[in-house]
């Protein structure tokens, strides 16, 4: 089964029910310590590969500009579950190549690129940086296009769920 906390990726409340969902411990998580963001990093191979994402395109209306926009700016935390195991989100997604990634003590974190999607990730940590020019309602659907993954009731990034 895959399992994925949270819809829609806007307004106060619903990012804090998201981010509720997220933080809550799974008996499946393997914590990898705090990351760059300073978030718990999760152990597991990621749901899907980066490198479908940002290639500079407008997908649904979210363009990959040269900077990143703050009129609009919040975080959300997106934790995936695929028949129990936690799947990891990867790096970079809405940015495009060449990533230009900084290694801390912390670990990875994706410090620039040709250009950044209003829905990005800068590290493997879930968190999901919402940083638009306007204030609109950006939905996990979004977010998926920008990565260049599916997302349907029986699909999540290249994951289906089991065959019985």
Not at 17 to 39: C, D, F, K, N, Y
Not at 66 to 76: G, K, L, M
Not at 151 to 157: P, Y
């Amino acid at each position: 089964m895959v399992t994925i906390a949270g819809v829609v990726l806007a307004g106060a409340a619903l990012v804090a029910a998201i981010v509720a969902v997220a933080l809550t411990r799974h008996p499946a998580h393997a914590a990898a310590g705090i990351g760059p963001e300073g978030v718990v990093m999760e152990n597991g191979t990621p749901l899907a590969s980066a490198d479908t994402a940002a290639t500079g395109h407008t997908v649904d209306g979210i363009k990959c500009g040269s900077t990143e926009s703050v009129a609009y700016h919040i975080h959300a935390r997106l934790a995936v579950y695929v028949t129990g195991q936690l799947r990891p989100i990867p790096m970079g997604i809405g940015i495009g190549p060449p990533l230009q990634v900084s290694s801390t003590p912390a670990g990875s974190f994706v410090s620039s690129g040709s250009c950044f999607s209003w829905l990005h990730t800068h590290a493997a940590d879930g968190i999901i940086h919402v940083e638009s020019p306007t204030n609109r309602v950006y939905t996990l659907g979004n977010f998926f296009d920008v990565w260049g993954e599916p997302l349907s009731t029986t699909r999540g990034a290249s994951r289906s769920p089991p065959t019985r």
